[in-house]
């Protein structure tokens, strides 16, 4: 059967080396998988040395890949006469259980699968595929799955996430990054190319649910893929933008917010967050990022003065600064004051709050538990108004991405993204960009004569 374009776009994409990271989108059955393992057997064969890991959620959807690869070496003895063996009774040793699994060519080149449920740490992969991305854990992919590219020179490393779009995670973040090679299509062009049966598809389409189709067969992300997602899926591309789309004129910026998120222990990172009113588009922007490790609090609260003492904002006359006081955040709230004392600002006002996301909440409490679930709440009210554009990162996408907020008598909860949720761990990080990008808008969304007012009984509040 000839090959269907978005099957051709498949191999030559992974062939060619050309893209370092391609994202494969496509319906169920619509012969995806089978594009890739041909790409895979062509690469192993004109790339010497190199190590191919091909991985699925589950071992025997792996297998499935593997005989996928079998097969296309069984059909052609010229690409047997790659393999490490004689051509002699080459289809018994194509069935053995170990080649099954694994597979070496003449040229030092091997083919291995593993599944996201096993062990995954201590392989190197020069051509990486992850077969039903959306169905992987964020920190299985993450932790353990792309650091075996970490050895593999640039020119040399190849990253393929293959799935239909049945939920949200990595995979989505990955398929709309700019640097991703993007190949999708949907069930009228794979049965316009032979992939798919109309009449089966229209059957199908008869017993899902709108949702159910979407994901299937016209490989969308819906549009939340779940009911306590913060953002819409399409609305992220939206509202979280690279610097370039985020029109800044730094000579309107007059007043600054901070918001600053302290690094407890583990994986958590201290960030500041900086972002303004740009009151000649009436929209709120977070425009820049500065993260640090391995500090203690005189030396955040030190870090912190340097980074608004060289603001370069020229018209910059008030700065706002919310300091997350829960736990090691109440050290660096007192050493940055103290610093204020000793070091005053000669031009510039700063406010400083300190914040708990614990605390009750004030304006909303009616719908909100506590001091956090308002801050969310206030944010998405300015979301439906289209007034909010957040500086696009990895972290800063993804922590987005996982907001979450459920509802337990009668009252907004902001889910935690560093714990299960729904039998999937959202992040392997504490939501450190996420939670200062909080503060930050805290601070903008609230009115200086407002602030005094709502932060007197929330809020400890110093003023230099």
């Excluded at 040399?156 to 990955?174: A, C, D, G, M, Y």
């Excluded at 370069?312 to 004051?337: C, H, K, Q, W």
Aim: aromatic share 12%; charged share 30%; hydrophobic share 40%.
């Amino acid at each position: 059967m000839e090959p269907s374009s978005y099957q051709k776009d498949i191999v030559y994409s992974i062939f060619s080396k050309k893209h370092k990271e391609i994202a494969i989108k496509l319906p169920t059955q619509a012969g995806k998988t089978f594009g890739v393992c041909a790409a895979v057997v062509l690469y192993a064969i004109f790339n010497p040395n190199e190590s191919i890991v091909l991985i699925s959620h589950r071992k025997d959807q792996a297998k499935y890949m593997m005989n996928y690869v079998l097969e296309f070496f069984s059909r052609s003895k010229w690409a047997q006469s790659f393999l490490n063996y004689d051509i002699k009774g080459i289809m018994d040793r194509l069935q053995t259980e170990r080649t099954k699994t694994f597979l070496r060519l003449k040229n030092k080149t091997t083919i291995r699968i593993l599944s996201a449920e096993g062990q995954l740490l201590g392989y190197k992969a020069s051509l990486l595929i992850v077969d039903e991305a959306a169905m992987i854990d964020d920190v299985v992919f993450r932790t353990e799955m792309v650091r075996m590219q970490g050895s593999v020179k640039s020119r040399n490393r190849v990253l393929v996430l293959i799935s239909t779009p049945q939920r949200i995670n990595f995979f989505h973040e990955e398929y709309y990054h700019p640097d991703t090679y993007r190949i999708t299509a949907d069930w009228q062009t794979a049965v316009a190319e032979g992939r798919l049966d109309h009449d089966f598809v229209m059957d199908r389409k008869k017993k899902l649910t709108a949702d159910e189709f979407m994901m299937w067969y016209e490989a969308e992300f819906l549009p939340k893929a779940d009911k306590y997602a913060f953002f819409e899926t399409q609305e992220l591309e939206h509202f979280v933008v690279p610097y370039e789309k985020m029109d800044i004129i730094e000579g309107n910026i007059e007043e600054l917010a901070v918001g600053v998120d302290v690094a407890g222990e583990g994986n958590d990172r201290t960030v500041f967050t900086f972002g303004y009113h740009d009151k000649k588009e009436d929209m709120y922007k977070i425009i820049k990022y500065e993260e640090y490790t391995k500090l203690n609090t005189l030396q955040v609260a030190n870090q912190l003065y340097k980074s608004i003492y060289r603001l370069p904002y020229n018209n910059l006359r008030i700065i706002n600064v919310s300091i997350d006081t829960s736990g090691m955040g109440e050290g660096v709230y007192a050493d940055f004051n103290q610093l204020m004392v000793d070091k005053k600002f000669t031009n510039r006002d700063v406010y400083v709050y300190n914040f708990k996301g614990s605390r009750r909440a004030v304006t909303f409490s009616d719908n909100c538990a506590n001091a956090k679930a308002e801050l969310l709440y206030k944010l998405g009210r300015e979301v439906e108004k289209d007034k909010i554009r957040i500086l696009r990162t990895r972290d800063s996408f993804r922590e987005v991405r996982n907001v979450r907020m459920r509802e337990s008598k009668g009252k907004l909860y902001v889910v935690d993204q560093n714990v299960k949720f729904d039998g999937m761990r959202m992040s392997d990080k504490s939501p450190d960009y996420f939670d200062s990008m909080l503060y930050c808008f805290n601070n903008m969304l609230t009115g200086q004569v407002d602030r005094r007012k709502l932060f007197k009984s929330a809020y400890g509040v110093d003023t230099w």
